[in-house]
């Protein structure tokens, strides 16, 4: 099992940043990709960014720019520095995590409210 453990949400004005981070703890030498999700109030969850264990990163169109994933293997931590936000980034973002064993995960944290208001 692998348990996650975000941080770094709170309230921000627009064109404010933060920077979320995600801890791992557990079988984390069974991590492959990890990565954020986020879901808005009445909408679906969406895809922010996926980090893999080598480091190869993808985006979301709508953050591409401003977002920027990052992972620290040494730490087992992965990071979503947000840049220029925008109200629509309002959402509760989550962190995930894939595991390479066939059958194990993904697994989710708790997640992390992001509240982008002037």
């Known amino acids: 099992q692998v348990q996650l453990v975000e941080s770094g949400g709170g309230l921000v004005q627009p064109g404010g940043s933060l920077r979320l981070s995600c801890a791992a703890s557990?079988?984390?030498?069974?991590?492959?990709?990890m990565g954020w999700y986020r879901q808005a109030p009445g909408k679906q969850r969406e895809l922010v960014a996926t980090?893999?264990?080598?480091?190869?990163?993808d985006s979301a169109a709508s953050v591409k720019g401003r977002f920027t994933i990052s992972r620290d293997n040494a730490k087992n931590t992965v990071y979503l520095q947000m840049n220029s936000l925008k109200p629509e980034d309002t959402a509760v973002y989550y962190c995930?995590?894939?595991?390479?064993?066939?059958?194990?995960?993904?697994?989710w944290g708790q997640g992390t409210q992001v509240t982008v208001s002037s």
């Open positions: 995930y995590a894939e595991d390479s064993r066939l059958y194990y995960g993904p697994y």
């Open positions: 980090i893999t264990s080598g480091g190869s990163t």
């Open positions: 557990g079988s984390i030498s069974s991590i492959n990709a």
